[in-house]
């Protein structure tokens, strides 16, 4: 069964920084493309980074600089170190799987909470 | 940035009614387009791939067509459970992968 667990969501201070996990299981991670899409609360769907299975990796503009997607292969894990927090970089942040052959994220995890608030 | 345009913004059905939900692209997209489903609390769920084809474990009841601009996502006869937030997704022209804002199905 396919799963993915996030991780490493708190309140954190403007400027900060704070690294959210992804631990999946029942497939490989780097076999795929994987992603970390966003949601401000009362918000709608925002893409923030994929990293490639050949190891790529793409942002939105809106956090290129500050954040950076990974992932370590020996844990099946995808992270996104996130750096110089603003507020509006408070959501709810999802990994999300692409198989990079259809479009779709096919698999979800149940998100993490990320508040970026003094 | 391929700009994605969701109508209606809300949608008030009754269960049994049918439903059409639009995306429209601002520029073509061909067919790499891609719905899903948003419940309260939950994460989003894959319906439809590619345009048409629908997600494992999809209900028959759901359906998308359309190519280049203009998308629909068709709902047959509403369940209850179909009452949530829907989302289009478009891949065609990336980074960045982008969402629409979302139509909201609620009950009349």
């Known amino acids: 069964e396919v799963q993915l667990v996030e991780s490493g969501g708190s309140l954190i201070q403007p400027g900060g920084s704070l690294r959210l996990s992804c631990a999946a299981s029942?497939?490989?991670?780097?076999?795929?493309?994987m992603s970390w899409v966003r949601q401000a609360p009362g918000k709608g769907l925002e893409w923030v980074s994929v990293?490639?299975?050949?190891?790529?990796?793409y942002y939105a503009d809106s956090v290129k600089g500050r954040f950076t997607i990974s992932r370590d292969n020996s844990k099946n894990t995808l992270y996104l170190q996130m750096s110089s927090l603003r507020a509006e970089d408070t959501a709810v942040y999802y990994c999300?799987?692409?198989?990079?052959?259809?479009?779709?994220?096919?698999?979800w995890g149940q998100g993490t909470l990320v508040t970026v608030s003094s | 940035e391929v700009v994605l345009t969701q109508s209606p913004a809300t949608l008030s059905l009754s269960p049994g009614d049918g439903a059409t939900l639009s995306c429209r692209a601002s520029q073509s997209v061909s067919r790499y387009l891609a719905w899903y489903q948003q419940k309260p609390g939950q994460a989003p769920r894959l319906l439809i791939y590619d345009a048409s084809y629908r997600a494992t474990g999809i209900p028959a009841r759901f359906s998308g067509s359309g190519s280049g601009t203009d998308f629909t996502l068709t709902i047959s006869s509403l369940e209850p459970e179909d009452f949530a937030v829907y989302y289009c997704?478009?891949?065609?022209?990336?980074?960045?992968?982008?969402f629409g804002q979302g139509t909201r199905l609620e009950i009349k």
């Open positions: 990293i490639y299975s050949g190891g790529s990796t």
């Open positions: 997704q478009q891949r065609s022209n990336w980074p960045p992968i982008t």
């Open positions: 029942g497939f490989t991670v780097s076999s795929n493309y």
């Open positions: 999300a799987r692409w198989d990079g052959y259809n479009t779709g994220f096919d698999y």
